[in-house]
């Protein structure tokens, strides 16, 4: 709070001030030479200047440079009141936050109690809901019908691999029977001997073919493929078969061909529909050189039944 003032001592400061303000106007106005500012009159008006300023601030210094201050006392009562409540509140932090970490270690170090540990055992589950159970059950039976049509997916792929082997040998089969050729001179999984790595004087690459007919002026190597098999994939093997044949008829001097058999299996599903035109278009120089002959032949479901039922495998 800031101090009463002190009236008394105003009024005193106030007639002294008048005083030498009468003084100064007396020697200024009345002197022998008058209207003249002395070196008394400039001491004595700096007086008066000090003492009104005085009453206006709690401080004045004189040094090079005249400083004056002048301190609120209403601002450091708020500043005083301030740092209290801060030291106040800095001890209730400090309080506050000593009491969680006791409060941490005893929770770590100190042992459970009694009545915990009698708590602690074990006892019988509860029945689960029968939510959960439903649940359970129906993930077991979507895991089941995965597995199901899984296997089911193999055993048809399986199937369906079976099928297209038996309708190879009957394609064969066939192919031979027009030609009036037994079945005896049929090599079926036949390849060039090791000899013919000398020929090729750019790969090594081993063919296998389906089957191959000697003749007297002739030499057939047999190929059979599905028709929603031939595939721009299989141009580049075909290209390499014709390459090794086209080498082999040259070294040896003789007539030889490549026959393949495109098979028409009835109740294949045509996915991947066969585009004989850009396949006759690839291959029109192989076909024109009688290096590649297209034979295509349909097998029934009926064909394949009767393959397996008289085991016919053996003749080939």
């Known amino acids: 709070m800031s101090e009463k003032p002190n009236y008394f001592v105003r009024i005193l400061i106030v007639g002294f001030v008048v005083a030498l303000v009468s003084m100064v106007f007396v020697s200024f106005s009345f002197a022998d030479t008058k209207y003249q500012i002395t ?40 500043k005083v009141q301030v740092k209290t409540e801060n030291k106040e509140l800095r001890q209730e932090l400090f309080k506050i936050v000593s009491n969680i970490q006791q409060s941490q270690v005893n929770n770590t ?18 029945e689960p809901e029968k939510e959960e159970d439903q649940e359970e059950q129906k993930e077991v039976q979507r895991a089941m019908s995965y597995m199901a049509e899984r296997e089911k997916s193999r055993e048809e792929s399986r199937q369906r691999m079976k099928q297209r082997r038996t ?23 036949a390849e060039f001997s090791q000899a013919f790595d000398e020929i090729d004087p750019i790969m090594n690459r081993r063919i296998v073919f389906d089957g191959y007919i000697k003749g007297e002026h002739q030499e057939r190597f047999i ?60 291959f029109q120089s192989a076909i024109s050189n009688k290096l590649l002959k297209i034979e295509s032949i349909k097998i029934s479901a009926k064909d394949i039944e009767s393959f397996d039922s008289n085991d016919q495998q053996s003749l080939l």
């Open 223 to 282: 190929d059979v493929r599905p028709k929603n098999l031939v595939s721009p994939m299989y141009y580049d093997r075909l290209y390499v078969m014709l390459n090794k044949i086209h080498l082999y008829r040259k070294a040896k001097g003789i007539s030889a061909e490549l026959v393949l058999i495109i098979l028409d299996i009835e109740g294949e599903s045509e996915d991947r529909p066969w585009r004989s035109e850009r396949f006759y278009e690839y």
């Open 109 to 126: 170090y100190n042992a459970p109690s009694d009545e915990w540990l009698k708590l602690l055992g074990v006892v019988k589950a509860q």
């Open 39 to 78: 070196a008394g009159i400039i001491t004595v008006v700096g007086f008066i200047v000090i003492l009104i300023l005085s009453e206006s601030f709690n401080n004045l210094s004189l040094g090079k440079i005249l400083s004056l201050s002048r301190e609120v006392q209403k601002k450091e009562d708020e």
């Open 167 to 189: 309708a190879e040998y009957v394609g064969i089969s066939k192919y031979a029977a027009n030609l009036s050729i037994p079945d005896t001179e049929i090599i079926t999984g």
